[in-house]
């Protein structure tokens, strides 16, 4: 259907696409147009709210810093105290254990959720339906006092003989209780995560895995989990980041953690403010830290992933510090008639 | 046609999604060194067959032997049970597959895919494994691609990355599930021209296509199916040229149409 005539002119072609329905016949230049006093009301609008927002947060840090009842000197006395550091340290422990924990749990619920067991998947639902459930802070109360419910623990055939009996006070102390608390809790959201993360990989990959002759066990370990990692990382640092501050739950059962113990200082001299400021400042600092952790992690795990090296914080910074003036300027063109 | 024993053999093969019937008992059978191209439209059953070559589907009837041995299930008191997975493991190193969509590990750089299995299934020693993965990365023109991972490569690349990873296996028979159907025009040739090699080569080939040519050049025999079935098989002059069924002709009319037009275009 090849012709060598010149084209017709263009509107003798128009199908009723174009005709009636107007595809492609907009007038761009009538229709959406911005006067020039309606931008110069944006710009000063733009404006107004900067200066807006500077104010108010230059009046909140000045009323906070120049406070009677914060007390700097205070604050510093206690940041590097023997005893807070203790405390910080109980917190970064809880935190590794009971997101191992969580992690490790996490997976296996994962595991029995995507399993083709009608049963395990049960069994996978029902867990998570408590632990999520539930209050934290309850199930924290509840394994602290699972001695009087369970005076002892034993392992054995249910309602049959028992093989192994402890008390349960023995075991589970305090601190038990609290790493059991969070890390139990921490799997039911883990698992999900981690249920995402290998349900966002490809099902090709997990057959070519056995079209090669490899076992559903080691496609998942070698194949498919290595490739979930990219989506169950960034979920996971946040789920870090607020196990982290989670922890303070745990000044419930008297662990002596960062948050307990500003508590028991402030209880003896009242000085409520300065010490809550040093907690606060102390998981500021750790979550700072574990953010950019996080950052390096998700880098390491996105290989293969794209085309594109992710930038670190230091390009970025480079990148920024190239640009002349602030980031958001972009030169508008001048109209042409 | 050599007159040696079959290398596969289709004995019936069923099966249902739902009410819906995918395989209609087809038998085939594919003799050592042949080359099948199966062709067909889509939903007519041909990829479903292919997969259920290495168990991939599970059939609802009949049974796939390769060198006689049954994939995937045994016999047991008049019954088919599943194969344990280690057993059925073994038994798909034999067969490679070429996936339509590559499949190749993301994570892993071009070198790591094609070793992977050898090393973890086979446990062949890591430096032989990498100088066989050198010799078929060679052998698919893919040199100096070994550190590179399979986002950065084009689709056709890919393809035949995917080809040498199926290969390090060493495997007796290979099929290919519409292997050029998500490439670009222009990597089809280098793609297909890897399988043209691997054919004369002498390596058993089932071939899902849509590639006319290459099944008209290379195959031995051509099986067209259509519902379920394999409506018409036979040598490629025969099913391609001069087609005895209706539907193989309206198919093949269909086919060549739409290929006059986009040369047209």
């Given at each position: ?94 935190t590794a254990v009971a997101m191992i924990l969580g992690c490790l749990i996490g997976l296996i619920l994962a595991l029995m959720k995507i399993s083709r067991s009608l049963l ?218 | ?265």
């Open positions: 259907m090849m012709t060598n005539d010149s084209p017709p002119p263009r509107d003798a072609e128009r199908g009723p696409l174009t005709a009636t329905l107007q595809i492609g016949r907009r007038d761009t230049a009538k229709t959406v147009r911005i006067s020039d006093s309606r931008r110069m009301w944006g710009k000063i609008g733009g404006w107004v709210l900067r200066i807006v927002v500077v104010l108010i947060v230059l009046d909140i840090v000045s009323k906070f810093l120049t406070a009677d009842a914060m007390k700097w000197d205070t604050v510093w006395f206690y940041l590097f105290n023997q005893k807070v550091l203790n405390g910080v340290v109980l917190t970064l422990v809880l395990l998947n049960v069994a996978a639902d029902g867990y998570i339906w408590i632990f999520r459930g539930t209050p934290l802070l309850v199930q924290l109360l509840f394994w602290y006092n699972l001695a009087s419910f369970l005076p002892s623990l034993s392992i054995g055939i249910p309602f049959g003989p028992q093989f192994l009996e402890v008390d349960t006070n023995s075991v589970i102390t305090s601190m038990v209780a609290a790493m059991l608390g969070l890390g139990l809790n921490e799997g039911a959201y883990m698992s999900e995560i981690i249920r995402a993360g290998i349900q966002s990989v490809d099902h090709g990959q997990s057959e070519a895995a056995a079209a090669l002759g490899m076992s559903r066990r080691r496609a998942m370990s070698r194949v498919v989990l290595p490739q979930a990692m990219r989506v169950i990382v960034p979920p996971t640092g946040n789920q870090v980041i607020s196990m982290l501050k989670g922890t303070s739950l745990v000044s419930i059962v008297a662990i002596s953690e960062l948050l307990y113990t500003v508590q028991v200082i402030y209880a003896r001299t009242f000085e409520t403010i300065p010490l809550l400021v040093v907690a606060c400042i102390w998981y500021l600092f750790l979550t700072s830290v574990l953010s950019i952790g996080q950052h390096y992690i998700e880098k390491y795990y996105a290989k293969g992933a794209s085309r594109n090296v992710p930038d670190t914080y230091l390009t970025k910074l480079k990148k920024l510090m190239s640009r002349t003036g602030h980031s958001s300027y972009v030169p508008r063109k001048e109209p042409v008639e | 046609m050599t007159r040696t024993a079959p290398i596969v053999q289709l004995e019936a093969i069923s099966k249902h999604y739902g009410p819906l019937q995918v395989l209609d008992a087809v038998e085939l059978e594919v003799f050592p060194a042949e080359v099948v191209c199966i062709i067909g439209p889509s939903g007519s059953g041909k990829s479903t067959l292919l997969r259920c070559v290495n168990h991939l589907e599970r059939p609802d009837g009949g049974v796939v032997r390769l060198n006689g041995e049954i994939v995937g299930v045994r016999e047991s008191r008049g019954q088919l049970v599943e194969v344990a997975p280690a057993e059925l493991a073994r038994q798909r190193t034999e067969i490679g597959m070429v996936f339509q969509s590559f499949n190749l590990f993301g994570h892993m750089t071009v070198l790591e895919n094609i070793i992977e299995a050898p090393i973890q299934v086979l446990g062949t020693p890591r430096a032989e494994a990498k100088a066989h993965a050198r010799q078929l990365l060679e052998w698919v023109r893919l040199e100096g691609k070994e550190d590179t991972y399979p986002r950065q490569l084009s689709g056709g690349q890919q393809q035949r990355a995917a080809i040498a990873r199926a290969l390090a296996m060493r495997p007796k028979v290979m099929l290919f599930d519409e292997p050029t159907s998500a490439l670009d025009p222009e990597t089809v040739g280098e793609v297909l021209s890897v399988m043209r090699r691997l054919a004369s080569e002498g390596l058993t080939m089932i071939v899902v296509t849509h590639e006319i040519d290459f099944a008209r050049e290379v195959a031995d025999r051509v099986a067209f199916m259509d519902g379920g079935r394999i409506v018409e098989m036979g040598p490629p002059e025969q099913v391609l040229d001069a087609p005895t069924q209706e539907r193989t002709r309206k198919f093949l009319s269909r086919i060549l149409n739409t290929r006059a037009d986009a040369t047209e275009a």
